[in-house]
């Protein structure tokens, strides 16, 4: 079972990693990455729930022991007084794993996510999240906290997934559920954008400052048309065009592994 040491220990890390991690990318399609990541400065947030591991943050699966210190933090959240005959009445049903976790997904629903990795070579991203090698690639330099608008941490990566007993913080054990997935999964080296929610809708869109763009990596399969293209309108925007470093993938016939050619470079 994952104590509140576990946790704290955990954050502390991820917080560390995200210090140390120079830039933080993230890939798409090719038109949803020009015209929204990079043009519109804006980046789509999700409920956790709709991500492609049926896992991940899975209120069924992530357990967590209910303790009184936990009901209280959560109760004071959601701005519900109870008197000391219905606390100990809600006590009772949490008891049932099942009324926790309903909990667990009210909560969950209160956050959105958008999601990055701290590689760009890695071929099965490409793959898998930027339309088979036809889309882009944005590096950023986020700062760990943004503003009010969202914080990074990095993803840790599990043999299994055990129940959390519950003596930790709310938010504390609420950021380890959200940023812990199996050891399968550890080829990401996934970095979560946290971001509190101001809709109950599945996405949401974050604007940031386009200051904190610093790189634009096409991939393999997208064409030199698209790539002149790309560039002129990028060029001919509000963004700092010259402080952007272009790439694009190539397949290394060498080693059968993505290399990178540089197009032009930032000032």
């Known amino acids: 079972m994952i104590n509140k040491y576990h946790i704290e220990e955990s954050k502390n890390k991820k917080l560390n990693d995200v210090i140390s ?11 949803t990455a020009l015209k929204e990541i990079i043009l519109k400065c804006s980046l789509r947030f999700a409920n956790p729930a709709t991500f492609n591991d049926p896992f991940d943050c899975n209120e069924l699966v992530f357990k967590i022991k209910h303790k ?15 008197n000391r005959g219905q606390k100990r009445e809600l ?5 049932n794993p099942l009324n926790i976790a ?13 999601c990055f990795s701290k590689v760009y070579n890695e071929m099965l991203l490409w793959s898998f999240y930027a339309d088979k090698h036809k889309g882009i690639c944005v590096g950023f330099d986020f700062p760990p906290i943004y503003d009010n ?7 840790e990566y599990l ?9 930790a913080k709310v938010y504390e054990t609420l950021l380890f559920w959200f940023t812990v997935k199996l050891k399968k999964w550890e080829y990401e080296k996934e970095v979560r954008a946290i971001h509190k929610c101001l809709t109950t ?3 949401e869109y974050v604007n940031y400052d386009k200051k904190f763009i610093k790189e634009v990596i096409f991939g393999c399969n997208v064409s030199t048309v698209q790539i002149k293209d790309a560039m002129h309108q990028i060029e001919n925007s509000n963004i700092d065009f010259d402080k952007i470093e272009f790439k694009k993938m190539i397949i290394d016939s060498n080693t059968s592994e993505l290399a990178e050619i540089i197009i032009k470079l930032s000032v």
């Open 159 to 167: 043999d299994k997934l055990e129940p959390i007993d519950g003596e």
């Open 149 to 155: 608008k969202f914080i990074l941490a990095s993803v």
């Open 201 to 203: 809708q599945d996405y």
């Open 102 to 114: 309903t909990i667990l997904k009210k909560e969950r629903e209160r956050f959105k996510m958008s």
């Open 21 to 31: 991690t120079n830039r933080f990318y993230q890939f798409s399609d090719y038109n």
């Open 91 to 95: 006590i009772r049903k949490l008891d």
């Open 68 to 82: 009184d210190k936990l009901v209280d933090e959560i109760l004071k959240s959601w701005n519900h007084p109870l």
